[in-house]
């Protein structure tokens, strides 16, 4: 059974640097075709891709925040981390971390609880 | 980008309705779509994967079909548990992005 879970804080203030971490267990990120990605939801609003690193360190982000992001994995540890700098407002959001299907095309098939960032000063 | 746009945004019906919503991406991107079910304060639930294929576990009046530009999710005979937001997602290009997301509701 896969399971993931994200932590980090819950509130952050503007300008700061946000780190998300994704423990996670069921499957191993070393495995050829894995990958875990970052997915973000506004109150209210529709979900957002954000990141997503693959089982041979491979990395992709979304070009709108590209420079504020970095994904990175540790699979001793089974996490991922997320990094986000230069938080606004407009980043408050539910973030969730994914399992991606190891197979072509890309869905997630097992999510994170998520955890509800505000940036608020 | 591609542009995912679902039809329609909200949409009323009872229970042992049929009921679909499309989902058309700014190009094309062959069968990589994945539709998901979500919840309030739940995370989404990944219902159907490559256009067609049912995720284990997820019930059979549950389908989906298209490819290319133009993909449908059908549910055949609604449930009292259907009632919640679904999005599509396509996985062909990056960035991957989702559609804005269809609201069923309980007529």
């Known amino acids: 059974q896969i399971t993931l879970k994200e932590s980090g804080p819950t509130l952050v203030k503007p300008t700061q640097t946000l780190t998300l971490t994704c423990t996670f267990s069921?499957?191993?990120?070393?495995?050829?075709?894995?990958?875990v990605g970052w997915i973000r939801q506004p109150p209210g609003k529709a979900l957002e891709w954000l990141a997503l690193?693959?089982?041979?360190?491979?990395?992709r982000y979304s070009p709108s925040l590209r420079s504020r992001l970095t994904i990175t994995m540790d699979t001793s540890k089974n996490q991922v981390v997320l990094t986000m700098t230069d938080m606004a407002p407009v980043d408050t959001a539910t973030y969730y971390c994914?399992?991606?299907?190891?197979?072509?095309?890309?869905?997630?098939?097992?999510w994170g609880q998520g955890t509800l960032v505000t940036v608020s000063s | 980008d591609i542009q995912m746009t679902q039809s329609p945004s909200s949409v009323s019906a009872s229970v042992g309705d049929r009921v679909t919503i499309t989902c058309r991406s700014s190009?094309?991107?062959?069968?990589?779509l994945a539709w998901y079910q979500q919840k309030p304060g739940k995370a989404p639930k990944l219902l159907i994967y490559?256009?067609?294929s049912l995720q284990s576990g997820v019930p059979s009046r549950f389908s989906g079909s298209g490819s290319g530009t133009d993909f449908s999710l059908t549910i055949s005979s609604l449930q009292p548990e259907d009632f919640a937001t679904y999005y599509c997602q396509q996985g062909n290009l990056f960035p991957y992005t989702f559609g804005q997301g269809t609201k069923l509701e309980i007529k």
């Open positions: 490559a256009a067609s």
């Open positions: 190009q094309g991107i062959s069968n990589w």
């Open positions: 069921g499957f191993s990120l070393s495995t050829r075709g894995v990958g």
């Open positions: 994914a399992h991606r299907i190891p197979a072509p095309g890309t869905s997630f098939d097992s």
């Open positions: 690193i693959y089982w041979d360190h491979d990395r």
